[in-house]
């Protein structure tokens, strides 16, 4: 019950305008053939950025130097700019008490905003076994 009055309370004060972000991104990096992968984990980032509290971040064993560089195309991308969006949310919502988890959980989400690729986004009742998660929110 919580977790679903955080994630209103998120998306009312700042989640879908972060998850546009991401959508925006998605929809740009789509445009040549050579981002695409960018563009969906985008999609997958703009997804829990909607919806996050009850998500966990885990790093995906498979993930070798295809990942990586795919990471630093994708900061240059669009990693950097959704950052700075993240960090201006937390700032608005951490004026408020009520808002300081939320902008908490901002922050938190910097990292996989910036490099997304080797990680997977995944419900925290459901993590794999033997999996360490790199967070939680």
Same mark, same amino acid.
């Given at each position: 019950?919580?977790?679903?009055?955080?994630?209103?309370?998120? +998306? !009312?004060?700042?989640?879908?305008?972060? =998850?546009? *972000?991401?959508?925006?991104?998605?929809? !740009?990096?789509? +445009?040549?053939?050579?981002?695409? &992968? @960018?563009?969906?984990? #985008?999609?997958?980032?703009? #997804?829990? /950025?909607?919806?996050?509290?009850?998500?966990?971040? $885990?790093?995906? &064993?498979? =993930?070798?130097?295809? #990942?990586?560089?795919?990471?630093?195309?994708?900061f240059?991308?669009? *990693?950097?700019?959704?950052? +700075?969006?993240?960090?201006t949310? @937390? /700032?608005?919502?951490? !004026?408020?008490?009520?808002?300081? &988890?939320?902008?908490?959980?901002?922050v938190?989400?910097?990292?996989?905003?910036?490099f997304?690729?080797?990680?997977?986004? $995944?419900? #925290? =009742?459901?993590? &794999?076994?033997?999996?360490?998660?790199?967070f939680?929110?």
């Amino acid at each position: 019950m919580l977790r679903a009055i955080l994630n209103v309370i998120w +998306l !009312v004060t700042g989640g879908i305008w972060l =998850a546009l *972000g991401y959508f925006l991104f998605g929809a !740009v990096a789509c +445009l040549f053939i050579v981002t695409i &992968p @960018a563009g969906i984990a #985008s999609f997958r980032m703009g #997804s829990y /950025a909607l919806w996050p509290f009850g998500k966990t971040v $885990v790093n995906r &064993p498979s =993930a070798g130097a295809g #990942s990586a560089i795919m990471n630093v195309i994708w900061f240059l991308i669009g *990693g950097m700019w959704l950052a +700075l969006g993240h960090l201006t949310t @937390a /700032a608005a919502q951490a !004026v408020t008490i009520i808002g300081i &988890p939320l902008a908490i959980a901002n922050v938190k989400m910097i990292p996989v905003t910036c490099f997304p690729f080797g990680k997977q986004i $995944v419900d #925290s =009742a459901s993590i &794999p076994p033997g999996t360490t998660p790199v967070f939680t929110i």
